[in-house]
């Protein structure tokens, strides 16, 4: 799945010349990545020893943040609020995704088309413009709910590292609950 995801992303930003997105690029590691519970445990198993308890230190931190935060109880997050929180993926370190061969859909398939300035100022930000592809997304979208074999629960990124982290039973405002009939 993540290779069919990178695939459809490399097709994307070759056909859009003015994406900033590369490997090392950090400016959305810092707004809402909703994922399946299962991506994010993936994601989680996949931290190198190294790095795990910059992980959990992190996650602790994220979680105590989010959780004084007018995000967490919103059903659609405001990203320049989530920005200014410093709400940063606890994966991230020094300017790395320490997970990025393992990392979420989320993470995969959003593709900056616009200069990436709107990337990094909050000014510009609500501006930045996105490339899509409806047929390759609902395919992956697809693909991602067979992969999760009945369980489809997503949520922050963040709120699920705490679950495996600290054991935490929080949820966001926009947990989404569902399952899907593997049949």
């Known amino acids: 799945l993540h290779e069919y995801a990178d695939e459809l992303v490399a097709l994307l930003v070759e056909n859009s010349p003015k994406s900033p997105c590369c490997k090392g690029c950090t400016a959305c590691c810092s707004e809402p990545a909703f994922v399946y519970k299962k991506e994010a445990r993936h994601a989680f198993h996949a931290v190198p020893p190294e790095h795990m308890d910059w992980v959990m230190a992190k996650t602790a931190e994220w979680i105590t943040k989010f959780k ?22 606890p994966m991230l370190r020094d300017g790395k ?3 990025y061969s393992s990392r979420p859909l989320a993470c995969r398939l959003h593709i900056a088309v616009g200069p990436v300035e709107s990337c990094n100022d909050d000014n510009l930000r609500l501006n930045q413009k996105f490339a899509t ?19 489809t629960t997503a949520d922050h990124l963040g709120v699920f590292l705490a679950e495996f982290v ?5 949820k966001s405002g926009a947990r989404i609950t569902g399952t899907v009939d593997p049949e």
């Open 97 to 99: 995704c320490v997970v």
């Open 133 to 151: 592809s409806p047929e390759g997304l609902t395919m992956v979208g697809i693909a991602a709910l067979n992969a999760c074999k009945g369980d």
């Open 68 to 89: 004084q935060s007018p995000v967490s109880s919103q059903s659609e997050p405001n990203v320049i609020d989530y920005r200014k929180d410093r709400l940063d993926c």
């Open 166 to 170: 600290m054991g935490s039973d929080f």
